[in-house]
């Protein structure tokens, strides 16, 4: 029986997937925290706007220092054991962030954050690679990828009202306890496929045989890794900047600034799921022809935010927020799909760590450096036209040097 056509595998499959889109809701609750919050903390804590950026640049700091060895150690171990060991990790550290007395502290904390955070996206991706097959897991990938973005609307929607009664220090508290309990109930839910290439099936007489790997396409995961990367400075700073672009050019409270974030992450969830579709039924799988014609939509969104400043009605801004949220935070379920298919299923993890320590250098140089613009030049502007031209190069990157694998012999799954 073909793995598609095993009914208990179907259904137990889908129940894997919540799971994991579950595990990605929690685990960003805790990393969107920093930017949700920083209306409330910046004050406190005296901050600039390029020291908060510098906070996500610590968190992927830590993504960048540990992604490829955390893509390994999937690989090896496999999805239960290290999402718990990234639930765990990322749980303490939130909750550490409320002891936070100063930029240094928050700054070293966040690091760490990042460092636990970096055990989920290798896992989930592999576990995604075990229980769908290629006909739709650009679709399943992005329906996991929901997680981040509903993660973010619901920190978005809840953290500024938890302020309220505990303040910023009780909602970091209570975000890293979340992460805390989840990490254990994921352990007790989780199965692997039988057919898994690290299990071994208890009932056989022999292992079962594993698809011969594909060689390694070095180039084309540069490529898009590289692309990928400038795409990412474009999330990031959208997201982590947001808030305090709302608050200081349209006059919004910063309750209603952080709010307002809840628009781009409802438009990332629009988009990782929507995008996944568009790739596996419009285009059959291709997956580098959405990841280009998300960069261009990105670009002109991008450039609309910058042409628009401080001008134009809030009603203006809102929608291209969201627009941006649909293309900036909804791509990647399609290029973690093309991930894992140029690697080949043995390689997921790795493949998907080495990618993620990319993305993570391009962000922890580019957050910072959109608010150090803003900072510099007192408006928006600027930030979001240079932004724009980011992004435009990290399509071109993908258009000129990156092809994709073709067939199912080369994904070798």
Same mark, same amino acid.
């Given at each position: ?138 679709? &399943?990938?992005?329906?996991? $990828?929901? /997680?981040?973005? *509903? #993660?973010?609307?619901?920190?978005? %929607? =809840?953290?500024?009202? @938890? ?96 709010? &307002?974030?809840?628009?781009? $992450?409802? /438009?990332?969830? *629009? #988009?990782?799921?929507?995008?996944? %579709? =568009?790739?596996?039924? @419009? ?118 040097? @990156? ?11």
């Amino acid at each position: 029986m073909s793995r598609a056509a095993d009914p208990d595998r179907d259904t137990l499959r889908w129940r894997m997937l919540l799971l994991g889109t579950v595990s990605h809701v929690i685990g960003a609750g805790g990393q969107y925290a920093i930017n949700t919050l920083a209306p409330f903390y910046q004050t406190d804590l005296g901050l600039s706007r390029a020291q908060i950026g510098m906070f996500f640049t610590a968190f992927y700091l830590g993504m960048a220092a540990l992604s490829f060895a955390a893509g390994w150690l999937a690989d090896r171990f496999g999805v239960r054991s290290i999402t718990l060991a990234g639930h765990l990790a990322l749980g303490l550290t939130v909750a550490a962030a409320a002891l936070a007395p100063s930029f240094v502290w928050a700054f070293a904390i966040f690091f760490f954050a990042g460092l636990g955070y970096s055990f989920l996206n290798p896992a989930s991706t592999r576990g995604v690679m075990e229980w769908f097959t290629r006909e739709e897991r650009a679709t &399943a990938m992005g329906i996991k $990828q929901t /997680g981040v973005p *509903i #993660g973010g609307v619901l920190t978005a %929607v =809840v953290a500024p009202s @938890l302020v309220l009664i505990v303040g910023w220090r009780g909602a970091f508290a209570g975000l890293g306890a979340v992460n805390l309990v989840f990490g254990f109930l994921f352990s007790s839910l989780w199965r692997e496929p039988i057919d898994a290439p690290h299990i071994v099936n208890p009932h056989a007489s022999a292992p079962p045989p594993r698809a011969p790997q594909a060689p390694f396409r070095a180039r084309d995961l540069l490529s898009l890794s590289f692309g990928t990367a400038l795409m990412l400075i474009g999330q990031m700073a959208l997201i982590t900047y947001v808030p305090l672009y709302l608050k200081e050019t349209r006059g919004l409270s910063p309750y209603w600034a952080s709010q &307002a974030l809840a628009l781009t $992450q409802l /438009g990332g969830m *629009i #988009g990782r799921i929507g995008w996944g %579709v =568009v790739s596996d039924r @419009l285009f059959h799988g291709a997956r580098k022809i959405v990841l280009l014609l998300v960069g261009f939509l990105s670009t002109a969104i991008t450039l609309g935010l910058g042409f628009l400043g401080g001008g134009g009605s809030l009603w203006t801004v809102l929608p291209l927020i969201f627009l941006a949220g649909v293309c900036l935070v909804g791509y990647q379920g399609v290029s973690y799909a093309l991930t894992a298919e140029i690697a080949g299923q043995g390689r997921t993890g790795a493949a998907l760590g080495l990618l993620i320590t990319f993305n993570s250098v391009g962000t922890i140089v580019g957050t910072p450096l959109f608010g150090y613009l803003v900072d510099v030049t007192g408006s928006y502007a600027d930030a979001w036209i240079a932004l724009a031209g980011v992004i435009f190069a990290g399509i071109l990157a993908m258009l000129f040097f @990156l092809e994709e694998p073709r067939t199912r012999a080369e994904t070798a799954v």
